[in-house]
């Protein structure tokens, strides 16, 4: 793999860098209900993947009967719960059109979600079981036997899947997260609900409740585990409604534990006397004694005292919200906004770290202190990588606050500091992937680039950190969103003159390396986007925005990654906040808000193409998309969290037919089985990116952008539909200045309802 350099360009003439220009804002397009139109429905007969002869129906009935005599003894225990059965399915059938919905539908089966990609959870009683097992031996219609074709087994939801760390894990942490089964059937819920808590009160377990996702379900944490009797385990985890039973996990500041070294002499500026927007930071609190730092807060609270916090990782991380431009001399890559901060003393510097639920507590106290904050900086993690296939519950929960506050959340991609230290090109087969809560499909997720090259250093500038953890989240979701400046780290594992320069509590500047110090710079920027969006007429400033804003800026001043480079570059590093909000004189930059609802597709036709790019009428440019939203999720469905997706088109109309042309018809992953589209393709991920140069022009007359939206399977419909901003810049490969100009022009014979997308120039700190 050949390195990259984030945000290098070719030193050709034609490739020569372009400022963006304040006098170029970026056009929004705002929604318009004529921009929906129905699709054909479509459907064939259900496919039937491999005979369903005698044998097969045996052989599946057999592992029924082996799975219902694993229940039996749960069922017996507690008879008015439902029973939790996994139904495998093939690999080529996981896709909705596929799932076994009649044969649920037919059998009495409750649907329980998903846990991994290829396995659908039901709950079931003793008649349901029953029913199921005559079924799948006698009834032979079409629909059931494709029904039947696409199971590969059905088993239980053992012991092992509930507590798969063992009950030793359990004391030896004091305190466990009980996740339980939520069901689609309403009396079913009541009655696991009282049954828990009747249970856990009968045992005598401390325990609390905590709000999971839009249906109010919940987990609990129990408390006080370091001397329960292993007896007290069988019983609770012989409950059929327990899902999960596991060690609470720790959260820990994402900086190293490397001794630090004085950068040159630097100071915080003051900040500008007004104007500047403000980002909150949950950490380990700012020291009293930063005193170059103290004319930047605006407020603190406090949830933790020493000595279970030192203040000095907050301090180091606040400092670059504030002045990461000024205590780093003024470096190119990093900008020059500075941010007032929001100081939430919310996570211990103990090596022991933060539990999930105080830090839940106390992140959700925070917000509701100080609604008008929309950026919240959070430079924590756990030190292991994140599962493969499901979300974490403080990635879920940040979910959930970020809707319910409209805040954006700016969370670091985590630190990977095992052995074999990695370099770059990356080894195959660390243990590096991004940490908890960083896969939230929320939050601008951000990982660490280096910026400065030295003898001794890990990394050249303008390579992935050694330490940055990289993607991709559950389910092959991009991550890290986006990269930016966390310091290098030198040999053995130490700071040195690559690292990023901060402040320390002790009101020093010092040096050191994490993701801790990429996301502060990244927040900063977000803060600024948003202050510049928000208050325009017609136009609601949100966290999918601004999200969109950001990763399309880090498209925007970054070479066209491969896929490989997408897991720790993201989309790359975005230098400027003006970046993301006005274009350079050779592009030109629609923002579109659509709303897309199942069944419809929106579509913007003509698309106006400046003159410029057509080469005899083909199409001559390089074409960078970005799409996001906040899609429904669903904590209970495992693999399946996300619960609806959006496809792009960009391309041609042929009638009412659109042909699209980026990403090109049958690139890696935009065809073939579910699996392959999730893995390659990036279907269900929540941010879209599409990149394509046309360097010898491709033919067509009739240019437009399209979006579908598809939902889960028993997914309920959006009422108001799925809001969804993307954002199109058509640059030109010559450096052409006339483009923005010319798109303009274009724009304006569309008669669209338009107008500037930021409000206002984002806000330079003034003494940096």
Not at 266 to 287: E, M, N
Not at 305 to 325: I, K, N, R
């Given at each position: 793999?050949?390195?990259?350099?984030?945000?290098s360009?070719?030193?050709?003439?034609?490739?020569?860098?372009?400022r963006p220009?304040t006098?170029?804002?970026?056009?929004?397009?705002?929604?318009?209900?004529?921009?929906?139109?129905?699709?054909?429905?479509?459907?064939?007969?259900?496919?039937v993947?491999?005979?369903?002869?005698?044998?097969?129906?045996?052989?599946?009935a057999?592992?029924?009967?082996?799975?219902?005599?694993?229940?039996?003894?749960?069922?017996?225990?507690?008879?008015?719960?439902?029973?939790p059965?996994?139904?495998?399915?093939?690999?080529?059938?996981?896709?909705?059109?596929?799932?076994?919905?009649?044969?649920?539908?037919?059998?009495?089966?409750?649907?329980?979600?998903?846990e991994?990609?290829?396995?659908?959870?039901?709950?079931?009683?003793?008649?349901?079981?029953?029913?199921?097992?005559?079924?799948?031996l006698?009834?032979?219609?079409?629909?059931?036997?494709?029904?039947?074709?696409?199971i590969r087994?059905?088993?239980?939801?053992?012991?092992?899947?509930?507590?798969?760390?063992?009950?030793?894990?359990?004391?030896?942490?004091?305190s466990?997260?009980?996740?339980?089964?939520?069901?689609?059937?309403?009396?079913?819920?009541?009655?696991?609900?009282?049954?828990v808590?009747g249970?856990?009160?009968?045992?005598?377990l401390?325990?609390?409740?905590?709000?999971q996702?839009?249906?109010?379900?919940?987990?609990?944490?129990?408390?006080?585990?370091a001397?329960?009797?292993?007896?007290?385990?069988?019983v609770?985890?012989?409950f059929?409604?327990?899902?999960?039973?596991?060690?609470?996990?720790?959260?820990?500041?994402?900086?190293?534990?490397?001794?630090?070294?004085?950068?040159?002499?630097?100071?915080?500026?003051?900040?500008?006397?007004?104007?500047?927007?403000?980002?909150?930071?949950?950490?380990?609190?700012?020291?009293?004694?930063?005193?170059?730092?103290?004319?930047?807060?605006v407020?603190?609270?406090?949830?933790?005292?020493?000595?279970?916090?030192?203040?000095?990782?907050?301090?180091?991380?606040?400092?670059?919200?504030?002045g990461?431009?000024?205590?780093?001399?003024?470096?190119?890559?990093?900008?020059?906004?500075?941010?007032?901060?929001y100081?939430?003393?919310?996570?211990?510097?103990?090596?022991?770290?933060?539990?999930?639920?105080?830090?839940?507590?106390?992140?959700?106290?925070?917000?509701?202190r100080?609604?008008?904050i929309?950026?919240?900086?959070l430079?924590?993690?756990?030190?292991?990588?994140?599962?493969?296939?499901?979300?974490?519950?403080?990635?879920?929960?940040?979910?959930?606050?970020s809707?319910?506050?409209?805040?954006?959340?700016?969370?670091?991609?985590?630190?990977?500091?095992?052995?074999?230290?990695?370099?770059?090109?990356?080894?195959?087969?660390?243990?590096?992937?991004v940490?908890?809560?960083?896969e939230?499909?929320?939050?601008?997720?951000?990982g660490?680039?280096?910026?400065?090259?030295a003898?001794s250093?890990?990394?050249?500038?303008?390579?992935?950190?050694?330490?940055?953890?990289?993607?991709?989240?559950?389910?092959?979701?991009?991550?890290?969103?986006?990269?930016?400046?966390?310091?290098?780290?030198?040999?053995?594992?130490?700071t040195?003159?690559?690292s990023?320069?901060?402040l320390?509590?002790?009101?020093?500047?010092?040096?050191?390396?994490?993701?801790?110090?990429?996301?502060?710079?990244?927040?900063?920027?977000?803060?600024?986007?948003?202050?510049?969006i928000?208050?325009?007429?017609?136009?609601?400033?949100?966290?999918?925005?601004?999200?969109?804003?950001?990763?399309?800026?880090?498209?925007?001043?970054?070479?066209?990654?491969?896929?490989?480079?997408?897991?720790y570059?993201?989309?790359?590093?975005?230098?400027?906040?003006?970046?993301?909000?006005?274009?350079?004189?050779?592009?030109?930059?629609?923002?579109?808000?659509?709303?897309?609802?199942?069944?419809?597709?929106?579509?913007?036709?003509?698309?106006?193409?400046?003159?410029?790019?057509?080469?005899?009428?083909?199409?001559?440019?390089?074409?960078?998309?970005?799409?996001?939203?906040?899609?429904?999720?669903?904590?209970?469905?495992?693999?399946?969290y996300?619960?609806?997706?959006?496809?792009?088109?960009?391309?041609?109309?042929?009638?009412?037919?659109?042909?699209?042309?980026?990403?090109?018809?049958?690139?890696?992953?935009?065809?073939?089985y579910?699996?392959?589209q999730?893995?390659?393709?990036?279907?269900?991920?929540?941010?879209?990116?599409?990149?394509?140069?046309?360097?010898h022009?491709?033919?067509?007359?009739?240019?437009?952008?399209q979006?579908?939206?598809?939902?889960?399977?028993?997914?309920?419909?959006?009422?108001?539909?799925l809001?969804?901003h993307?954002?199109?810049?058509?640059?030109?490969?010559?450096?052409?200045?006339e483009?923005?100009?010319?798109?303009?022009?274009?724009?304006?014979a569309?008669n669209?309802v338009?107008?500037?997308?930021?409000?206002?120039?984002?806000?330079r700190?003034?003494?940096?």
């Amino acid at each position: 793999m050949a390195t990259r350099r984030t945000g290098s360009r070719s030193s050709s003439k034609s490739e020569q860098p372009h400022r963006p220009d304040t006098r170029n804002p970026f056009q929004h397009i705002p929604f318009a209900e004529r921009d929906l139109r129905g699709i054909e429905p479509g459907g064939s007969a259900p496919k039937v993947f491999v005979e369903v002869d005698d044998s097969y129906r045996e052989a599946l009935a057999g592992t029924l009967d082996a799975a219902a005599r694993e229940l039996e003894a749960e069922l017996a225990a507690f008879p008015h719960s439902l029973g939790p059965l996994v139904v495998r399915l093939r690999e080529d059938g996981i896709a909705k059109s596929h799932r076994p919905l009649k044969l649920v539908d037919e059998t009495g089966l409750v649907p329980a979600g998903h846990e991994r990609v290829e396995e659908m959870l039901v709950g079931a009683h003793r008649a349901s079981i029953a029913a199921l097992r005559s079924v799948i031996l006698e009834r032979d219609i079409q629909a059931i036997r494709a029904n039947l074709s696409v199971i590969r087994r059905i088993d239980p939801w053992s012991r092992a899947r509930r507590n798969p760390e063992g009950t030793l894990a359990l004391r030896e942490r004091g305190s466990a997260l009980l996740r339980l089964f939520r069901y689609a059937n309403d009396a079913a819920n009541a009655q696991l609900f009282e049954s828990v808590k009747g249970l856990v009160s009968q045992l005598g377990l401390k325990h609390r409740f905590f709000r999971q996702g839009r249906h109010g379900w919940f987990y609990l944490c129990l408390s006080g585990l370091a001397d329960i009797a292993e007896e007290k385990f069988d019983v609770l985890l012989g409950f059929p409604g327990v899902r999960r039973l596991m060690p609470e996990p720790l959260y820990h500041q994402m900086a190293t534990a490397g001794s630090t070294s004085p950068p040159s002499p630097r100071t915080l500026p003051l900040p500008s006397p007004a104007g500047l927007p403000t980002v909150a930071v949950f950490d380990t609190g700012v020291a009293p004694t930063a005193s170059d730092l103290q004319p930047w807060l605006v407020g603190s609270e406090t949830f933790v005292l020493p000595p279970d916090t030192d203040h000095q990782h907050g301090t180091m991380v606040a400092s670059l919200v504030a002045g990461a431009h000024a205590l780093n001399a003024s470096h190119e890559d990093i900008p020059a906004v500075g941010s007032l901060v929001y100081n939430v003393c919310g996570l211990e510097s103990v090596a022991g770290g933060g539990r999930i639920s105080d830090l839940t507590t106390r992140l959700e106290d925070a917000l509701k202190r100080r609604q008008e904050i929309r950026v919240w900086n959070l430079s924590l993690g756990m030190r292991v990588p994140c599962h493969e296939q499901t979300f974490s519950e403080f990635a879920q929960t940040l979910d959930r606050l970020s809707d319910q506050y409209n805040v954006l959340f700016v969370v670091a991609a985590g630190n990977y500091l095992d052995m074999p230290r990695r370099t770059w090109p990356s080894a195959p087969g660390l243990q590096d992937r991004v940490s908890s809560p960083g896969e939230s499909v929320r939050a601008l997720t951000v990982g660490s680039v280096c910026h400065l090259s030295a003898a001794s250093a890990l990394n050249a500038a303008g390579e992935p950190a050694a330490y940055s953890r990289r993607g991709p989240g559950p389910v092959f979701t991009p991550k890290p969103d986006i990269v930016h400046i966390g310091g290098g780290v030198h040999q053995p594992f130490n700071t040195g003159d690559s690292s990023v320069a901060v402040l320390s509590a002790a009101n020093t500047a010092v040096r050191n390396f994490g993701t801790s110090f990429a996301t502060p710079v990244a927040a900063s920027m977000a803060a600024h986007a948003w202050q510049a969006i928000e208050g325009q007429r017609g136009l609601t400033a949100s966290p999918s925005l601004v999200k969109a804003v950001m990763v399309h800026a880090a498209q925007l001043s970054s070479p066209a990654y491969s896929p490989l480079e997408r897991r720790y570059y993201g989309t790359g590093l975005p230098k400027d906040v003006v970046t993301g909000l006005y274009d350079r004189a050779d592009s030109f930059t629609l923002v579109f808000e659509a709303r897309l609802v199942p069944g419809m597709r929106w579509r913007k036709a003509p698309y106006p193409i400046p003159a410029g790019l057509l080469r005899d009428g083909r199409l001559a440019c390089e074409v960078i998309i970005t799409a996001a939203y906040s899609p429904p999720v669903d904590p209970d469905a495992g693999a399946e969290y996300v619960r609806a997706n959006v496809e792009l088109s960009f391309g041609t109309l042929d009638g009412d037919s659109i042909a699209s042309k980026v990403p090109m018809k049958g690139e890696d992953g935009s065809d073939g089985y579910e699996a392959m589209q999730v893995e390659h393709g990036g279907k269900w991920a929540p941010v879209k990116i599409h990149r394509k140069r046309f360097a010898h022009g491709i033919g067509g007359n009739d240019w437009a952008l399209q979006a579908r939206m598809f939902m889960r399977a028993f997914e309920p419909a959006i009422a108001e539909g799925l809001q969804v901003h993307i954002i199109c810049t058509l640059r030109a490969l010559d450096g052409n200045p006339e483009v923005h100009a010319q798109g303009l022009q274009a724009l304006a014979a569309t008669n669209w309802v338009r107008q500037d997308l930021p409000l206002r120039v984002p806000v330079r700190s003034g003494a940096q």
